[in-house]
């Protein structure tokens, strides 16, 4: 049973560019988080989604920044014309979403680097 | 809304020295509590967990236990270990929500 698969694990994108994220939960895992963490600090969670649904946005920025969980295939992390300030370690996890215990399995991350 | 707050760090210690990480805790209702740790390059891996309180979570000889009444779930060893050096994250989550995390705390044990 296969961890939580993000790709890219390293990226880099220069200024104005796109920067696309993939996280493939694991089997059996319906829900998934992306977190932010900044050189030096702790995680800052971003979004949480369901298949097909957003459930809480509440720490992604207004702009610049969309995720989606489709039916098929992988969560998107999508980051629109990066700045600087966008380079960080973005992570993954995903959880079954079912019981008292949410309890979450990260991926390795992806590092984003903006030039 | 829901937050977790920890020791600050960095915490460094000498091999085979006790190890306590503080962690306290603000939330509605009856969150679980979990400790992670990030080696370096890495993702973050799950050390150890508690549902319900006076719970006590064990994991590689640490431990944790979920005192309700102090709102806290300090992490502690007895002796630690060169290869325990990492960044440890305190965690929390309510049903039907996602993690909360604390600020995490750098741990270097020097041989």
């Known amino acids: 049973n296969a961890g939580v698969m993000q790709n890219p694990r390293h990226l880099v994108r220069r200024r104005g560019q796109e920067a696309r994220l993939r996280c493939s939960p694991m089997?059996?895992?319906?829900?998934v988080y992306w977190y932010r963490q900044l050189p030096e600090e702790g995680l800052k969670f971003m979004v949480y989604?369901?298949?097909?649904?957003?459930?809480?946005e509440s720490g992604m920025p207004k702009e610049r920044f969309s995720a989606e969980f489709p039916k098929e295939g992988p969560s998107i992390l999508r980051i629109q014309q990066v700045v600087r300030g966008d380079s960080a370690a973005y992570f993954c996890?995903?959880?079954?979403?079912?019981?008292?215990?949410?309890?979450?399995?990260f991926g390795q991350g992806t590092r984003l680097t903006v030039v | 809304g829901d937050s977790v707050t920890q020791m600050e760090g960095p915490v460094t210690l000498s091999e085979e020295a006790f190890l306590t990480i503080n962690c306290t805790y603000t939330?509605?209702?009856?969150?679980?509590l979990f400790w992670y740790v990030q080696y370096p390059g890495e993702g973050l891996q799950l050390l150890l967990k508690?549902?319900?309180?006076?719970d006590k979570g064990s994991n590689k000889g640490f431990e944790a236990t979920y005192r309700k009444e102090t709102t806290s779930f300090h992490l502690e060893k007895g002796s630690v270990q060169v290869s325990d050096s990492a960044v440890y994250f305190c965690?929390?989550?309510?049903?039907?929500?996602?993690?909360?995390f604390g600020e995490g705390t750098q741990l270097t044990v020097n041989p």
């Open positions: 996890a995903s959880s079954p979403g079912t019981g008292a215990i949410t309890e979450a399995f």
């Open positions: 089997k059996g895992h319906s829900h």
């Open positions: 989604l369901q298949k097909e649904n957003i459930i809480d």
């Open positions: 939330a509605t209702g009856y969150p679980s």
């Open positions: 508690a549902t319900k309180a006076d």
């Open positions: 965690a929390l989550s309510r049903r039907g929500s996602r993690l909360t």
